[in-house]
């Protein structure tokens, strides 16, 4: 995925999201295990204290003792870890074999009600305890001792450590199959995208003239509002070619008038004039009707003219308007090439080319057809006669400029043509064929 994609975008925020859960989920869990761990470790401890409270009596010298060993074998073990002590109002009474030379320092807080009380201290070893207390009453004995029983940490911190690693192993593979399970749902909930991305890219080619397929409820209002745009755009530029359209005809109906009264004029100089004058201004609208038409469809979506078939038939209509001369006029190029365009201003375009290479041609015009990358296709079209000088040849693309007055035209034709070309985002370049005539290259949006 691209940076910056909305596919990105939501897999970052899953990744955030199940890293900050999952987390929080483990921190909580490892929590829980320890509470419960701990919780385990004071139920035993209870026991002991309960066995304990049970083992003692009154000594002959007036202090507690323990009338027999308690039934972890832990206790009799220097420095195991488990530990038990008596105290009474002398100070310690009575201590297990597991405390060695050391005793547990008493507390006073310990409560006169029987309850349970617990603190933490440190051991014989240095380690850290959990020590559990309570005061008991024993029989002919006028003050309480209190009993207590202390456990090592190091037990439950080593068990809490090993769960905490294994939640943590299975809570990473847990993280690595939502991230993948969020991958999947992200590549499937873009796909109606990605459709509609390869629907508009048919759109552009000229593959289509509107949002072909069936999208979700959240992107199908998008799609029929394109459409819609579509449809308005459509109409409104036919309209407008209506409009030129009846525009060109309200003008030139008077221009053929006023050409016809030229023609009856007694001055043949001044009917010469005012007919010639016609026919420029007629030219001229026919020039500015025709960039004012491919204006508002060079942009258009869902153009797209075959190249070939459409050349074919405007070759041979060129070779016809010159049957004294036998001109052969030769179409050649890839079949399945299109134009992102109109076909009127595709054949517009390359009749002013043929005709012109026609007029100046020997004998023979070629126009072959090729494609020039993803996007462009050249139009290359070469005759074989006198050709145009280089310093020349930027000139005659101005308007109106004509190389030789003997030859028919008005000198728009390629003017028209690097208009049209320039519209729909292409170039004309002019150069010399192999064979020394003109090599004219037209470069067009491919469909």
């Given at each position: 995925?691209?940076?910056?994609?909305?596919?990105?975008?939501?897999?970052?925020?899953?990744?955030?999201?199940?890293?900050l859960?999952?987390?929080?989920?483990?921190?909580l869990?490892?929590?829980?295990?320890?509470?419960?761990?701990?919780?385990?470790?004071a139920?035993?401890?209870?026991?002991?204290?309960?066995?304990?409270?049970?083992a003692?009596?009154?000594?002959?010298?007036g202090?507690?003792?323990?009338?027999?060993?308690?039934?972890?074998?832990?206790?009799?073990?220097?420095?195991?870890?488990?530990?038990?002590?008596?105290?009474?109002?002398?100070?310690?009474?009575?201590?297990?074999?597991?405390?060695?030379?050391?005793?547990?320092?008493?507390?006073?807080?310990?409560?006169?009600?029987?309850?349970?009380?617990?603190?933490?201290?440190?051991?014989?070893?240095?380690?850290?305890?959990?020590?559990?207390?309570?005061?008991?009453?024993?029989?002919?004995?006028?003050?309480?001792?209190?009993?207590?029983?202390?456990?090592?940490?190091?037990?439950?911190?080593?068990?809490?450590?090993?769960?905490?690693?294994?939640?943590?192993?299975?809570?990473?593979?847990?993280?690595l199959?939502?991230?993948?399970a969020?991958?999947?749902?992200?590549r499937?909930?873009?796909?109606?995208?990605?459709?509609?991305?390869?629907?508009?890219?048919?759109?552009?080619?000229?593959?289509?003239?509107?949002?072909?397929?069936?999208?979700?409820s959240?992107?199908?209002?998008?799609?029929?509002?394109?459409?819609?745009?579509?449809?308005?755009?459509?109409?409104?530029?036919?309209?407008?070619?209506?409009?030129?359209?009846?525009l060109?005809?309200?003008?030139k109906?008077?221009?053929?008038?006023?050409?016809?009264?030229?023609?009856?004029?007694?001055?043949?100089?001044?009917?010469?004039?005012?007919q010639a004058?016609?026919?420029?201004?007629?030219?001229?609208?026919?020039?500015?009707?025709?960039?004012?038409?491919?204006?508002?469809?060079a942009?258009?979506?869902?153009?797209?003219?075959?190249?070939?078939?459409?050349?074919?038939?405007?070759?041979?209509?060129?070779?016809r308007?010159?049957?004294?001369?036998?001109?052969?006029?030769?179409v050649?190029?890839?079949?399945?090439?299109?134009?992102?365009?109109?076909?009127?201003?595709?054949?517009?375009?390359?009749?002013?080319?043929?005709d012109?290479?026609?007029?100046?041609c020997r004998?023979?015009?070629?126009?072959?057809?090729?494609?020039?990358g993803?996007?462009?296709?050249?139009?290359?079209?070469?005759?074989?006669?006198?050709?145009?000088?280089?310093?020349?040849?930027?000139?005659?693309l101005?308007?109106?400029?004509?190389?030789?007055?003997?030859?028919?035209?008005?000198?728009?034709?390629?003017?028209?043509?690097?208009d049209?070309?320039?519209?729909y985002?292409?170039?004309?370049?002019?150069?010399?064929?192999?064979?020394?005539?003109?090599r004219v290259?037209?470069?067009?949006?491919?469909?």
């Amino acid at each position: 995925m691209r940076r910056g994609s909305l596919g990105l975008r939501l897999l970052a925020l899953a990744f955030v999201w199940v890293t900050l859960a999952l987390a929080v989920a483990g921190w909580l869990l490892t929590d829980i295990f320890r509470n419960h761990a701990e919780a385990e470790l004071a139920r035993h401890a209870e026991l002991h204290l309960d066995e304990l409270t049970v083992a003692l009596r009154p000594g002959d010298s007036g202090r507690v003792e323990a009338s027999r060993d308690l039934s972890d074998p832990r206790f009799q073990r220097p420095l195991s870890g488990l530990y038990w002590q008596v105290t009474d109002d002398q100070g310690v009474a009575v201590r297990s074999r597991s405390l060695w030379d050391q005793q547990l320092r008493p507390d006073g807080t310990v409560p006169d009600d029987g309850a349970l009380h617990r603190r933490t201290a440190t051991g014989p070893d240095g380690e850290a305890l959990l020590v559990w207390s309570r005061r008991v009453r024993l029989p002919d004995k006028e003050s309480p001792v209190e009993v207590s029983v202390a456990a090592t940490t190091a037990d439950l911190t080593a068990a809490t450590r090993r769960f905490a690693e294994v939640l943590a192993l299975s809570l990473g593979i847990l993280a690595l199959g939502l991230l993948g399970a969020a991958l999947v749902q992200v590549r499937l909930g873009l796909v109606p995208l990605d459709r509609l991305r390869r629907a508009l890219a048919d759109l552009r080619a000229g593959r289509s003239t509107r949002l072909v397929g069936a999208f979700p409820s959240e992107v199908q209002p998008l799609a029929d509002d394109l459409n819609q745009l579509l449809a308005d755009n459509a109409e409104m530029v036919e309209r407008a070619r209506t409009q030129a359209g009846n525009l060109a005809h309200a003008l030139k109906t008077p221009l053929t008038i006023i050409a016809n009264s030229a023609a009856t004029l007694s001055d043949p100089t001044e009917s010469a004039l005012i007919q010639a004058e016609a026919e420029r201004m007629r030219r001229q609208i026919d020039r500015h009707l025709t960039r004012a038409r491919a204006a508002a469809m060079a942009k258009g979506a869902g153009l797209r003219t075959p190249v070939i078939p459409t050349l074919r038939p405007l070759a041979r209509t060129i070779a016809r308007l010159h049957p004294d001369r036998d001109i052969e006029v030769a179409v050649t190029g890839d079949e399945s090439l299109s134009f992102r365009g109109e076909a009127q201003d595709l054949a517009e375009m390359a009749g002013n080319l043929l005709d012109n290479a026609a007029k100046w041609c020997r004998g023979r015009v070629t126009l072959s057809v090729t494609a020039n990358g993803a996007e462009k296709l050249r139009l290359i079209i070469e005759d074989d006669g006198p050709g145009i000088p280089a310093a020349e040849r930027a000139a005659v693309l101005a308007r109106g400029v004509r190389l030789d007055e003997a030859v028919p035209g008005s000198g728009l034709g390629l003017a028209i043509v690097d208009d049209l070309a320039r519209l729909y985002g292409g170039d004309l370049t002019l150069d010399q064929a192999d064979g020394g005539g003109l090599r004219v290259v037209l470069s067009l949006p491919r469909g």
